[in-house]
């Protein structure tokens, strides 16, 4: 096999060298030779992947030349098997000098070689930074943020030793500021008596869990594009009950963000409503919108123009690149919050579907609440009827397109998510219980709901059968035969399952404001929530880039799987995203979040 990578090294400068050093040339073939990617051992073991050493190919030098590593998909001719293979080569063959030279050995081996489709995307070499638009306008943008950054910080800690208030406008980009701001936690004992403060502090702890769930959802979710040699050990680990129940019950944590969200818009406009009577519409959308999109932008840019050289390897570019086209595509419905519907299946940065749907119902949520401030329990029954619609349109959509909810039944996968999971008329029926139940919060906030003690234990005892049935039943639906079940039985989970996960929320956060949740309350209400729950947005906003950054793309060499590895890279993963959100927070998300407020001063 040298003599192969020698003869592609000599056909390389066989035009343009007339003399050539042919023990020179031997000994840069067998370290080139070194870096490939061998036939692997233990394929029945599901060790499908041979990058070889990615680095050694990279530091392969000879004349103008340097090393390639190129992936290519190897076939057994006589098995149904295949694996991966990575390929030194020097970065003037063609796949046509790689399929001519490599393809004869590889067919005496009983095997057969598919050329990468896309060379661009399937070899790596070094092409340094070519200053495009978009990495010219990302270092403009991001050296003004820095400057600003800089100076607001100097001014804000200058005031400060000499004993003096920083004026809010020039302080707000400062660092020091913004990380106070974060990390300020109120000591106070939460109040169980309802009506003495008009925060409902259960919240930030669910909120908080539920963005450590989705993290975990997440880093399950990416395992599977992990290269490791004991791919089967990880697909038992995977199919565990306790790890389906984290994988393909993961969804459900972004509901618990759709309630809250629905509690707390309804509780703060109503609030507003008694205070004035009236809402400022260009404060109330201004201010979400910036507080939203600000470091979203901020993330866009970054993904266009400097992520794909934050790092390399075998995997990186394919989807570092994949990322970086979406984005500079569709960067525009992105932060317009549209993306759900204009491109649902090209969409830039594909968790940040969350923002488009939230955005949207939030612009729908005066139009529901004035009128349920106004005439009270007689609109209630508009919500609700518009709650049930939402059920009832992913109910026929199922029916009508023979939906399953099973991973393994052949469903039109994309077509599925953006009529179910993305658009906004499915999903809105969560948040629309959370604005009846907002509502409810508040009416009741004075007095509280008095109950039996019979009541409080049925309503905790449904609550938790619920959870046990909901998440039961979507790891009965991806282990058992999904042709077993009735398309009814499919479309009435998908259509209530949501619903009732979110009514088990809500009942936790009842049974917390009127201090009938016990220990449960007291964890939720802990102080060292708080700091998590005011970087929760952000953390969203990063976390699925910096773990497929961080643990994906960047990996070089087959790994080992173990559920102690997991264990590493769930922690690894809520470290990493907590600290740079608390970064990008105070760098891209509180500065602007108080200019806003400043500018938009009733």
């Known amino acids: 096999m040298i003599e192969i990578l020698l003869l592609l090294l000599m056909n390389s400068i066989g035009s343009t060298e007339q003399s050539v050093d042919e023990n020179l040339a031997q000994k840069r073939s067998e370290f080139g030779f070194d870096s490939w990617g061998k036939v692997p051992s233990g394929i029945y073991f599901g060790n499908n992947r041979a990058y070889g050493n990615y680095d050694q190919c990279r530091q392969f030098k000879w004349k103008q030349f340097s090393g390639e590593h190129c992936l290519f998909l190897i076939n057994y001719s006589d098995r149904d098997r295949s694996f991966v293979s990575g390929l030194c080569v ?6 046509e000098d790689i399929h001519q030279v490599y393809g004869d050995y590889v067919a005496n081996q009983s095997l057969t070689m598919d050329l990468p489709l896309d060379r661009g995307l399937r070899c790596s070499h070094y092409e340094g930074i070519k200053f495009s638009r978009s990495i010219v306008l990302a270092t403009v943008f ?20 000499q004993g003096r208030k920083a004026d809010p406008f020039y302080s707000s980009f400062s660092i020091y500021q913004n990380l106070r701001t974060i990390l300020r936690i109120n000591q106070e004992i939460p109040s169980k008596i309802p009506g003495t403060t008009y925060a409902i502090d ?86 979400r919108y910036v507080r939203i999109t600000a470091p979203l932008a901020a993330l866009i840019l970054f993904v266009t123009s400097f992520a794909v050289h934050m790092g390399e390897g075998p995997i990186w570019k394919p989807y570092m690149l994949q990322m970086q086209n979406s984005c500079s595509r569709y960067w525009w419905s992105s932060i317009l919050h549209i993306q759900n519907f204009v491109n649902p299946s090209n969409m830039c940065l594909l968790w940040t579907w969350y923002l488009s749907v939230d955005m949207q119902l939030y612009i729908a ?30 109910f026929a959509i199922y029916i009508a397109y023979g939906f399953r909810n099973s991973q393994m039944a052949p469903n039109e996968h994309t077509l599925k ?17 959370g604005l009846v139940f907002g509502y409810v919060l508040y009416r009741t ?32 639906f991806n282990h058992t035969d999904y042709r ?25 956060i009842f049974a917390c ?44 060499l087959e790994g080992y799987f173990s559920a102690m590895d997991m264990l590493n890279r769930i922690w690894a993963a809520i470290g990493i995203t907590t600290s740079v959100s608390l970064f990008w927070s105070a760098c891209f998300e509180l500065p602007f979040v108080t200019l806003s407020k400043i500018l938009l001063k009733d």
């Open 90 to 95: 020097p970065s003037a063959c063609t796949p």
């Open 484 to 508: 077993s079940f009735s398309d009814i039985i499919d479309a009435t989970y998908a259509s209530l399952h949501r619903s009732m996960f979110s009514a088990c929320v809500m009942w936790i």
């Open 445 to 476: 906030r004075e007095n509280g709901v008095r109950l039996s003690k019979q009541s409080w234990i049925i309503g905790w005892i449904t609550c938790i059968i619920s959870l046990l049935i909901i998440l039961s039943a979507n790891y009965g």
């Open 365 to 394: 949520a005066p139009v529901l609440i004035y009128p349920l401030w106004k005439y009270g329990k007689r609109f209630l029954l508009v919500i609700v009827v518009l709650a049930l619609l939402s059920m009832s349109s992913v």
């Open 202 to 287: 259960c919240l930030d702890g669910i909120r908080s869990l539920s963005m450590i769930w989705i993290i975990i959802f997440h880093v399950h979710d990416l395992i599977p594009k992990v290269p490791i040699i004991n791919a089967s050990s990880r697909d038992k680990y995977l199919d565990h009950p306790a790890s389906m129940l984290l994988l393909v019950s993961g969804f459900l944590a972004v509901d618990t963000f759709f309630v809250l969200s629905g509690v707390l818009v309804a509780w703060n406009v109503l609030k507003e409503l008694d205070k004035k009577g009236s809402v400022n519409l260009i404060k109330f959308y201004l201010q």
């Open 417 to 433: 998510k953006s009529l179910t999971y993305f658009a906004t008329h499915a999903r809105m029926a969560v948040w629309l219980w």
């Open 142 to 161: 991001f050296a003004v943020i820095t400057s600003l950054l800089f100076m607001s910080t100097i001014y804000d800690v200058v005031l400060l030793v």
């Open 513 to 556: 404001v009127n201090g009938k949740a016990g220990v449960i309350n007291d964890i939720l209400c802990a102080p060292m929530w708080q700091p998590l729950a005011k970087l929760s947005f952000v953390m969203y906003l990063l976390h699925s880039l910096l773990i497929m950054m961080s643990s994906v793309a960047s990996v070089k």
